[in-house]
């Protein structure tokens, strides 16, 4: 990317043919009746004949003139596509507008290009490097000696919006390798050359998106017609360093994000969300709540606080009920195996970037588990199976390492050492689908029971780079399409997302500010009972393969805890809170009643903390409910005689003055776990 003030004229011209060019291939069709016509079928299932080289624009143009205006991009086989290019052949051609869904990864592409150009206009020398969209915005590296600032955010923004104004026509241009590079170096953009030489095959065209003749980028597209219809919804975030394609051996460069949207409702909306997000940092919260905390010398590990081992403990054990009920087995196995295990299993070749190596004065070279479906297939073949033993659904909270570049780690959410809720079902392949099923019943009864809804769950589907054929994928696409749907569900499907072996279902859920989180997973495999040599006896008296269904509920239970602590915003439900009863006395002639009350909720089986400093009591209530405690239970001189409790819940000003024995009764109820209070109806 730079600036085209000093970009070769021919750039310029280029673009001008080409734009030229794709216009009197429409207009000169229009005078000629023997030029070649093209079918275009719309969405609403009609077709209409169209001058081969017409447009997205042309067409819209045809039809009216405010359609034109309104699109912005088409879909075109399926495929997004510059409004400006011209058609090959007979084509399905859907046109979108600006508020699309489609249209605002599109928005977010052009932002980032918009701002680059801002950057290098108002920093002469910047380099570019990359600038790809992400979840909710934007980000671009730049190559610049001195260090950008928040502080320039505001002169970026608003020359962001002079460029906007222009209204600069964004021209797709195709060029040859060596050219590019050759224009590339020539104007001083050596990280663009270096990612066309090093990443662009031979003989491959290029393309770059032209703002007008004021400046360039390599880019695959598609783009806005011009950067008049980029909305200015658009905001800089923050800085940041990233090492030149991700490798710290390589210069440090700067990384500036930015969010874009198609209305400035909808950016307003998204900072809301922003700040919310914030208060709800489980970082934040983990410190102030005495439930974790991380530290450099175990970088991506973590160090639980009792409060904090207390709800993973809550957490675990009610999964262990829910597994149990569901007929799992529960396994354990080693956290160290040889090296020869992790080749036999694939995962070696795979994922030995990403495993903890430990050598031994005996000569072994040994890794740390990064998973545990190799360990269960171990379990499985010991002793012959037959097939009246399967399903065999065996499960594990196994603890995992796995190496994650320190840049990438992320509190709870991204980390090194991690438990997950795992389990494998080894199954026959008649019962996959019924199997699957099952586990998507069990799955979002178990989220529903933290509160978490399944918003929907994706089919990710066959990736470019897989095992098997097309006929193997057909079919296991088929089964896990035909089990969602049994389970009374219309999965969503994520085309190319599948698993290297097979295709997935994963869940997603919306927390309580609305944001998406993918909260557990079930994977068909073939291929590791294959390369591990598990089998069973069928019912032919032949050897078999089972079919190993992977599955986990939670994930991590690192990264659900995180999710819970921001769901709630640490306030969690009775049955979840570490602390569920404080027990606070007024004056010391109340502290032995205080002890004694304590004593008994904790005998009814409630997690109680007892304060009987001396503070006033007014400091000692808003201190446990910074705490987020949900019962706080005052006693007095008063109290202490009437062996009653002055109740204050979480959130709330009134106090509720009960007797002992019935506030046993209810918050003991209250702070039953949903699968015991199910049990107990």
């Known amino acids: 990317m730079t600036t085209i003030a000093p970009l070769t004229r021919r750039v310029a011209r280029r673009s001008k043919r080409l734009q030229t060019r794709a216009e009197l291939a429409y207009t000169s069709a229009d005078t000629t009746k023997d030029k070649t016509m093209i079918n275009v079928s719309f969405p609403d299932g009609s077709k209409r004949e169209y001058p081969d080289g017409s447009t997205p624009m042309s067409i819209a143009e045809a039809i009216s003139k405010s359609l034109a205006k309104r699109s912005v991009v088409a879909k075109v086989n399926g495929e997004l596509y510059d409004m400006k290019r011209p058609l090959d052949g007979d084509v399905s051609l859907e046109l979108l507008d600006i508020n699309a869904k489609e249209s605002l990864d599109l928005i977010r592409h052009d932002a980032s290009h918009v701002m680059a150009q ?16 992400i979840e909710d915005g934007f980000y671009y590296d730049f190559a610049r000696k001195e260090p950008f600032s928040t502080d320039d955010f505001a002169k970026i923004e608003a020359k962001m919006k002079e460029i906007v104004d222009r209204d600069l026509p964004i021209n797709r241009e195709v060029w040859g390798k060596d050219d590019a590079i050759a224009h590339f170096k020539g104007i001083g953009e050596d990280y663009k050359a270096q990612i066309i030489d090093d990443i662009i095959p031979p003989g491959e065209a290029i393309t770059l998106y032209a703002h007008g003749d004021q400046w360039s980028d390599l880019c695959r597209g598609p783009h806005l017609p011009s950067t008049g219809k980029l909305p200015k919804a658009f905001k800089l975030m923050k800085i940041a360093g990233a090492y030149w394609r991700g490798d710290h051996r390589n210069e440090m460069l700067q990384r500036m994000y930015g969010t874009a949207w198609a209305s400035e409702k909808d950016l307003a909306a998204h900072l809301m969300r922003l700040e919310e997000a914030e208060k709800r940092d489980h970082r934040k919260l983990g410190r102030e709540l005495d439930l974790f905390h991380m530290q450099e010398e175990g970088k991506g590990m973590v160090f639980w606080h009792p409060k904090g081992l207390t709800l993973w403990r809550v957490v675990e054990n009610y999964v262990r009920r829910r597994l149990d009920e569901a007929d799992y087995i529960e396994v354990r196995t080693p956290q160290v195996l040889d090296r020869k295990f992790w080749e036999q299993s694939g995962h070696w070749d795979k994922y030995r970037d990403n495993m903890f190596i430990a050598e031994t004065a005996e000569d072994e070279t040994l890794s740390l588990k990064p998973m545990n479906c190799p360990g269960h297939v171990q379990i499985f073949k010991q002793g012959q199976k037959s097939y009246r033993d399967l399903p065999m659904r065996m499960a594990e909270f196994g603890a995992c390492h796995r190496y994650e570049p320190s840049g990438a780690l992320h509190g709870l959410m991204r980390v090194r050492a991690f438990t997950q809720d795992d389990a494998h079902i080894f199954c026959r392949e008649d019962q996959i689908e019924s199997e699957t099923a099952r586990f998507i019943t069990l799955a979002k009864s178990i989220h529903a029971d933290f509160g978490l809804e399944t918003d929907h769950i994706n089919l990710a589907t066959r990736p470019e780079t897989r095992a098997g054929s097309d006929e193997f994928w057909d079919k296991a696409e088929t089964q896990m399409l035909s089990a969602a749907r049994a389970a009374g569900v219309e999965p969503i499907i994520a085309e190319g997302d599948g698993a290297f072996y097979a295709p997935k279902l994963d869940f997603v859920i919306k927390d309580a500010i609305g944001r998406e989180w993918t909260i557990g997973t079930i994977q068909l495999d073939y291929v590791l009972p294959e390369r591990l040599d598990a089998e069973y006896v069928g019912e032919d008296g032949g050897k078999h393969r089972p079919v190993m269904l992977h599955r986990a509920i939670l994930g991590s239970l690192e990264r659900f805890i995180g ?5 709630y915003s640490g306030a969690f439900p009775m049955w979840l809170s570490p602390v569920q009863v404080v ?22 089986g409630l997690r109680v903390a007892v304060d009987t400093r001396g503070e006033k009591i007014n400091y000692k209530i808003r201190e446990h409910s910074l705490q987020k405690v949900p019962v706080i239970a005052v006693v007095g001189a008063k109290e202490a005689e009437e062996r009653k409790l002055a109740l204050r819940r979480f959130g709330s000003q009134a106090n509720e003055v009960v007797l002992l024995d019935d ?11 949903p699968d015991l209070k199910r049990a107990k109806a």
């Open 118 to 133: 801002a950057v290098q206009e108002l920093f002469p020398g910047t380099q570019v490097t990359i600038g790809p969209t």
């Open 563 to 567: 999710v819970l602590i921001e769901n």
């Open 583 to 604: 027990v606070a006395s007024i004056s010391e002639g109340a502290h032995a009643y205080a002890e004694q009350a304590a004593e008994e909720l904790r005998a009814a």
């Open 663 to 673: 506030a046993k009764r209810f918050l003991v109820d209250e702070a039953l776990p």
